[in-house]
């Protein structure tokens, strides 16, 4: 009897075992079967972005006007594609060719395909499809960049912004502004970045806010610091006038932009604020004399080189070096000094070689 049992034993866990070996086998052979799928698909996606990727080149450097008649019907399957071919090639091209690209992208009727990623795609699918619209010119688009600058995530509000400056829309700065002080603080630096991308054509709008004392004093900041990145002369007049500013965000980051643009007309006011209470703006005006290089500065930064900061005794000595023979001369002198105007001469002589 227990010879039964035992034989009855083993026949069942022959047959468990039977049973998953048949069921280890399915699910290979449905994995492989994927995995041959997907292999399949992606020799075909190659196949596909090949073919229009040739399309779009000879499109760009055909003779022919460019209408319906004269290029291929593309699938709806064909659109995703398209959009990041479109972008790619656009990204190393300037000019009449994104021009045409872009005339080729409205024959083809993509922008509806990419207003559809912009609001509903995945967050890499919409930074992309943002940068396309970038380099469209047309009304229609206008509406849908303006939106994404209220989107959640910040990387989409960015390249809605830069798509915004590609296409130089000062009217939106309002929009821009606000869109960047969403999440509270501004970013100074992230927001000049973005408003200096639109160049030459936003300076006078950047000086109206930064006139304006009821303004955010991080979103003037940001405009003057804008200014100083696009480097128009039109400008250097009223970052001078910010230099006079009653807050010192606002006078550091006109002395910085004033840096950048390398005017001497801000020497005479770089000179009065070498004995402001504040350190970090006596240490900035040192720097921009060093800039400007001007002899007239002399008189102020060897003074300054006593200063209780060694911040600032730090960037006069570096300006005085930076003015040449007679400030060598000055730092020459003080080194032979036992106090902390000497120590730093002496640094700074041993440091650049003089």
């Known amino acids: 009897m227990s010879a039964l049992v035992t034989a009855s034993k083993l026949f069942w866990i022959w047959a468990s075992m039977c049973g998953l070996l048949m069921v280890t086998g399915a699910i290979l052979c449905l994995l492989l079967a994927k995995r041959h799928l997907q292999d399949v698909e992606h020799v075909s996606a190659i196949g596909r972005k090949a073919r229009w990727k040739k399309y779009i080149y000879a499109a760009i450097y055909s003779p022919v006007h460019l209408d319906e008649n004269a290029l291929p019907e593309i699938e ?56 396309v619209l970038g380099y469209f010119m047309d009304t229609a688009s206008m509406p849908v960049l303006l939106e994404s600058l209220a989107a959640e995530d910040v990387y989409v509000r960015l390249a809605a912004l830069r798509a915004l400056a590609m296409r130089q829309a000062v009217q939106c700065l309002p929009q821009i502004v606000q869109s960047m002080t969403m999440a509270g603080a501004v970013n100074i ?72 643009i390398g005017d001497a007309r801000a020497i005479y006011n770089a000179i009065l604020l070498m004995k402001h209470d504040h350190p970090g703006i006596r240490a900035k005006a040192s720097h921009l004399l060093g800039i400007l290089q001007q002899p007239a500065a002399i008189p102020s930064l060897s003074e300054n080189m006593d200063d209780e900061k060694w911040i600032v005794r730090f960037h006069a000595a570096r300006a005085l070096y930076s003015i040449g023979e007679r400030g060598i001369a000055i730092l020459r002198a003080h080194a032979a000094n036992n106090d902390r105007s000497g120590v730093i001469a002496t640094q700074i002589l041993a440091e650049m070689g003089g």
């Open 76 to 131: 709806d399957t064909d659109r995703r594609v398209i959009m990041d071919l479109s972008l790619d090639i656009m990204r190393g091209m300037e000019g009449k060719d994104n021009i045409r690209v872009t005339e080729l992208l409205t024959i083809w009727q993509m922008q509806p395909y990419i207003f559809k990623i912009v609001r509903t795609g995945a967050k890499g699918r919409r930074i992309r499809a943002l940068t």
């Open 189 to 260: 630096p992230l927001l000049a970045d973005t408003l200096r991308r639109f160049g030459e054509p936003i300076v006078p709008s950047l000086i109206n806010i930064v006139h304006d004392e009821k303004s955010d004093v991080s979103i003037r900041a940001a405009c003057i610091a804008a200014l100083g990145s696009i480097g128009s002369l039109k400008s250097v007049d009223d970052l001078i006038a910010a230099m006079r500013d009653s807050d010192p965000v606002v006078i550091m980051q006109s002395l910085d932009a004033l840096g950048k």
